[in-house]
């Protein structure tokens, strides 16, 4: 038995995101599908981590055991023949026996993409968020590296069905910045770990900051254990992008 370890880059517009469905189109039901027709069988495909429908992926890792000898250069390229254009496999390798996306990976990295022009590129509408609007941007990119170190984020965390395992909702954010790069505003994240919608709730919190509806105080308050504080408002999918995930050397 061979473990095999892809790296996977998407388009999630056209996707109820990665998790298998039934009946719904998603990324990981499509590499199941195609990857259990090169190997003549069902052929399970775990994920680090599960993108939400419409989220777009740089370099999702994924992982897979099956008996084809077939080298990996060889898998890469049947496999792209058969998904669909808006997924591909960038890299194949082999991995140990056990090496497992989830819970190997030791850190992830995620990007939003906000429009600021009055006009947002037709070719470029499914990747970006477009607000034009006023908003004070000093004001957000000073208070985004709050966001920094160890936090209870269940203020920033969507309902979600693993909730009933009583998992902690703690997590460490290694780095927080919010940039302006000419017409677009940027927002990475890079962190041990990221709740449901959290990347989403934390933009929207953001813009929230930039509307003057929330001050230091009330971002402060987000992140202490127990507050109450609902989460959102949770920013659109389409301007979120899964750029790494990152595994002991």
Not at 118 to 135: A, K, N
Not at 235 to 240: E, F, H, I, K, T
């Amino acid at each position: 038995m061979r473990r095999i370890k892809i790296e996977v880059s998407y388009d999630g517009t056209d996707f109820h995101g990665w998790q298998v469905q039934p009946g719904l189109p998603t990324i990981q039901g499509m590499l199941e599908q195609v990857l259990s027709e090169i190997e003549g069988k069902p052929v399970q495909v775990a994920g680090s981590g599960r993108t939400d429908a419409g989220v777009h992926a740089l370099a999702q890792v994924a992982a897979f055991t099956i008996e084809n000898p077939i080298p990996a250069i060889n898998l890469l390229r049947a496999a792209n023949r058969l998904l669909p254009h808006d997924v591909r496999i960038i890299r194949v390798e082999e991995a140990d026996a056990d090496f497992h996306p989830r819970f190997d990976a030791q850190a992830k990295t995620y990007e939003y993409r906000i429009f600021r022009g009055e006009i947002c590129p037709p070719f470029e509408r499914r990747y970006l968020y477009h607000r034009p609007y006023p908003l004070n941007l000093e004001e957000m990119m000073g208070l985004s590296p709050l966001l920094e170190g160890e936090h209870d984020f269940t203020a920033f965390a969507a309902t979600d069905d693993r909730d009933q395992l009583g998992g902690s909702k703690v997590r460490t954010i290694f780095c927080s910045r919010l940039a302006l790069e000419n017409d677009r505003l940027i927002y990475r994240v890079r962190g041990s770990g990221f709740l449901k919608h959290m990347v989403r709730n934390i933009v929207g919190v953001l813009l929230e900051i930039g509307k003057g509806n929330v001050g230091e105080e009330g971002l402060q308050a987000r992140l202490k254990p127990g507050c109450g504080i609902p989460a959102g408002p949770t920013a659109p999918a389409r301007g979120l992008f899964l750029i790494s995930v990152e595994y002991p050397t």
